[in-house]
C-alpha cells in the first residue's frame, strides 16, 4: 500500500506554507479516485468547496463543503471526487511539533468525522491565515491548533466516557434544527430534562454556551451559502439573521472581512 510523505497530497497543489512541524496545503482534488493509501503523520482536512467520498476500514463519509476529518498517521483510506471543483485544506503535522506542545496523538486514533462548529471555525480561520501568510502567521496558526486539540481532546473523554443521552438528543436538534424556532424550552422538552438542568450542564459537554454553539452553526450554514449562487438577503433569512445587515455585521466579527470578500476569495 502506497505511504505518502509529509506534505504530500495527490491534487494540484494552490498553496503550500511549511512552518515548524507543520504543513498546510491548499489542494484541488484532479483523480476521479485516490486508491487505499496512508500517511506518514497525522492531518486535518477541511473540506472548502466541492464534494467527496472518503472510506477508511471502519466508516465512509460523504463529504461536503466544511466537512472536517481527521486522520491518524498510517491510518488506510480512499477517496472518491465529487463532480466539479473539489478544494480541500490540509493541516499536517510531525512528531516534532506533538513534542513541541506535548500533545498526546497517540489518544486519537483512526479517522474521525469532526461535527463540532468551533473546531470548524478554529480550521476556517487557519484558511484565512494560510491567504495572509504574513510574519504573524506561525504564531496564529500554532495557538488555533493547539485550541484545536483542547476541544478535540476533551471530546474524545467524553466519548469514552459515555454521554447522557439529552446531550446526544440536543445535539441533533441544533444540527437538524430552524434556529429561529428554537427556544429554550423546547430543547429542554426535546432532551426530557429541565431547562436549567440543560442551561447549566450545556457547557460542560459542548465546551460553549447555547448561544455560542448556535451562532457557530449559523455562520458554518452562511458560510457554505456564500459559496453558492444564493443572494446575501437570502442566506440571511435562510440561516435565521434578522436581516442583510446584521448577517454582514455578525459575518464579519466572525471572520474580519466581508461576506462578498469571503466569495470573491473562495472563488479565487
Given at each position: 500500500m502506497l505511504e505518502l510523505q509529509t506534505?504530500?497530497?495527490?491534487?494540484?497543489?494552490?498553496?503550500?506554507?511549511?512552518l515548524p512541524g507543520l504543513v498546510i496545503t491548499d489542494t484541488q482534488y484532479t483523480k476521479d479516485k485516490v486508491d487505499w493509501h496512508y500517511h506518514q503523520n497525522p492531518y486535518f482536512t477541511f473540506l472548502l468547496q466541492g464534494s467527496m467520498l472518503e472510506a477508511n476500514k471502519k466508516e465512509r463519509y460523504e463529504c461536503l463543503p466544511g466537512t472536517l476529518l481527521?486522520?491518524?498517521?498510517?491510518?488506510?483510506?480512499?477517496n472518491v471526487k465529487g463532480r466539479g471543483f473539489v478544494q480541500g485544506l490540509h493541516v499536517e503535522l510531525s512528531p516534532f511539533f506533538a513534542e513541541q506542545f506535548e500533545l498526546k496523538l497517540h489518544a486519537i486514533e483512526g479517522s474521525l468525522q469532526l461535527h463540532n462548529p468551533m473546531l470548524k471555525s478554529i480550521f476556517q480561520q487557519l484558511y484565512f491565515e494560510s491567504k495572509i501568510n504574513d510574519s504573524i502567521t506561525p504564531l496564529a496558526v500554532e495557538a488555533q491548533l493547539l485550541r484545536a486539540f483542547e476541544l478535540l481532546n476533551k471530546e474524545r473523554q467524553l466519548d469514552s466516557?459515555?454521554?447522557p443521552k439529552w446531550v446526544k438528543r440536543v445535539?441533533?436538534?441544533?444540527?437538524h434544527g430552524d434556529y429561529a424556532d428554537l427556544s429554550?424550552?423546547?430543547?429542554?422538552?426535546?432532551?426530557?430534562?429541565?431547562?436549567?438542568?440543560?442551561?447549566?450542564?450545556?457547557?460542560k459537554y459542548f465546551k460553549a454556551s447555547i448561544g455560542q454553539y448556535l451562532r457557530q452553526l449559523q455562520h458554518q450554514k452562511a458560510s457554505h451559502l456564500l459559496l453558492t449562487d444564493a443572494s446575501l438577503t437570502e442566506i440571511a433569512y435562510s440561516c435565521g439573521f434578522a436581516d442583510q445587515s446584521h448577517f454582514i455585521r455578525r459575518f464579519k466579527k466572525e471572520t474580519g472581512i466581508s461576506p462578498l470578500s469571503y466569495k470573491k476569495m473562495m472563488r479565487r
Open positions: 506534505g504530500t497530497f495527490f491534487g494540484a497543489h494552490h498553496k503550500v506554507i511549511n481527521y486522520h491518524h498517521w498510517q491510518d488506510a483510506h480512499y466516557n459515555g454521554l445535539k441533533e436538534a441544533l444540527h429554550l424550552n423546547k430543547l429542554a422538552a426535546l432532551a426530557d430534562v429541565h431547562p436549567s438542568h440543560l442551561s447549566r450542564d450545556f457547557p
